[in-house]
């Protein structure tokens, strides 16, 4: 199972099947809806229409003499394989390590978004007008950013701590439990075991049973070193000792992904100390998992926080 080029993943969706390029997909389990460019926007509902191509110019691009970025992309739901046709020198945005090797007396960082062609040199850059930021990166990595924040702003970003995690998503032939949620006490390289397939429909999964280990660890724990062959054996050897029944031949697939920095590690007085989400700079903001304060990292919490930001600001 895949997750596509360009594609995107409605927040909260469960992918149990390979997403094409540049598809949109949404639901429990996930379903395509439409189609999106490599700017992120949605330029198509599938269903909408009976024409064969739309378009898409990238506002991040659509001035610039050196990219180009319009693609068309045929809708037809029954091919499931959309391809995205665009010029070779199509944008890339700067990583974060790119904008860091860009001086600040070169750089407008606020409100400029800059691209660059995959051939373009560091200054070779081009530049669009916002009427807004909102960004929702980690707190550290805002801070680093916005160089315009003030000292105070910085710090209270930068003091901001994050747990990391690595989890697995195991394709079984057999179900381990029929438990949604199983939290572990004992020592185990794996923080808990949700099994999916107690709740979607296994016909989703082809008849077979899917399975997140999840382990929370530090942005800077060896865990993230390890190789995926090495992180395999050591959860299925658990998965041995906790499950008799288990069987290493049950196991279709093993994927691995990692994210250094999740959720934020609530501290003495954290809320007093949390950055505001409207910063100092005018039409500036940062929205991210630091500012749920009294929940646990989950769609809903989320959700609540985006519908709180919208409504405040």
Known sequence: MEVGRWAMVGMGSVVTKTVPDFHLVVGSPARSIGAVCKCGQLFHNFGDSEQKEFECVCVSVAESDKLNSVGRIPTTQSAQTPTLKVSNKTAKCLSLSGTEKLSQSDVEFYPTLYCLSPSATENEFSKDQFDQVILTCPSNVAAKIVPQLTKDEKAKLENIKYQGIVCASVLLKKSLSNFYVTNITDET??????????????TEFGGNALVYLPKYVAPDDELFEKSDALIEEIFITALEKMYPHFRREDVLAFKISRVR???????????????????????VFTVNSAHIVNGTLNV???VQLAERFFKEF
């Open 189 to 202: 390289p794996f923080t808990g075991i949700i099994e999916m397939s107690a709740l979607v429909d296994k």
């Open 261 to 283: 920095q999740v959720f934020p590690i609530p501290t003495l007085n954290y809320s007093d100390n949390l950055p505001q989400m409207k910063t100092s700079l005018e039409n």
């Open 300 to 302: 809903n919490e989320t």
